[in-house]
């Protein structure tokens, strides 16, 4: 059989460009979002924006050799300023640049600043944002409950549906990850948002903990595991009622999975993960250290995974069909967009 290539498009909604601490005022960068070319930049009194790299007039690529000018990018060689819009916001003097091209626009996506990254939306047919990721609790400046937030970047070679599909997967992770499976349950799916809640027994000291993040006392406890996403950009996780000693209870863990599908056959996974400060000495960073890890379990397997159109399931309607169900509803058909 031969490998089969991922059919769908790139897939509409909230996708991560970069973390914010990655732009500071005046400073632009290139990145490939969605197969596009973009140039992310931050004015100088500190607005992002999110740009199609190619000047909308002359087709420099803006992210290699734009400049960021007070709250606009310049294109070099004829001196036409972008606004954070995409609108045009001035020719150069003595450019030879006709004024017509005052009405010409580079794209803009719609971009946002939130939970620590630059999000920007992307629709194969180019409509505007129909939904929302939240602020999460704990990733917008509420330090005081919270430890050190933890950062790692993945960059996987394959689309987000094959990766967020691992979740439902239930057998894949005593086999790949050496680790109980969590308890299937039931999603609650509302549009855009999925949402799953498992009772899991978890082992402190799993096959991907580092050694030298084991705790002294392996013994194992029960956490109630949250996943929350809002398409396929942004997922939330939350671990609450962590042990904090042998009798005591209430430690929490949580999570950001910001993801960028950067073309067909790549994504690149941006995490984010925090512990209550009372765990934040030994447990909190074993469950951060092991979660870290255990995506490296995976990666081998996306790396050359083909693509099975329709799974055999025990179930014919078991939890894979009603994420791919779920997931469906992301992607627009290639042959309308422009
Ligand atoms: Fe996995």
Redesign the pocket.
Known sequence: MPKQEFPFPMPNGWFCVTRVSDIQNGESKPFTFCEKEVVAFRTESGKVSVLDAYCGYSGINLAISGTVEGETINSPRNGIKWNIDGSCAEIGKDSGVPKEAMDVTTFSYPCQELNGFIWAWHHLLKEKPYFEIPAIDGFNGEDSKWGKEHHYEYHINTVLQEIAE??V?QA??PK??GSPSLPETEAIIDGIYRKTIAETLMNPNNDSVSKEFHVADPSMFTTTFTRESWGLGCVGLHMVNLPIDETTFGGEFIMINASCPVDNKNSILRWSMRVTKDIEDELGMAIIDGIAN??L??MPIWDHKSYVAQPILCDGDGPINKFRKWVSQFYSDPLQAR
Request: negative net charge; charged residues 35%.
């Open positions: 691992n979740d997967d894949h992770f790949v990850h255990g995506v379990d995976d």
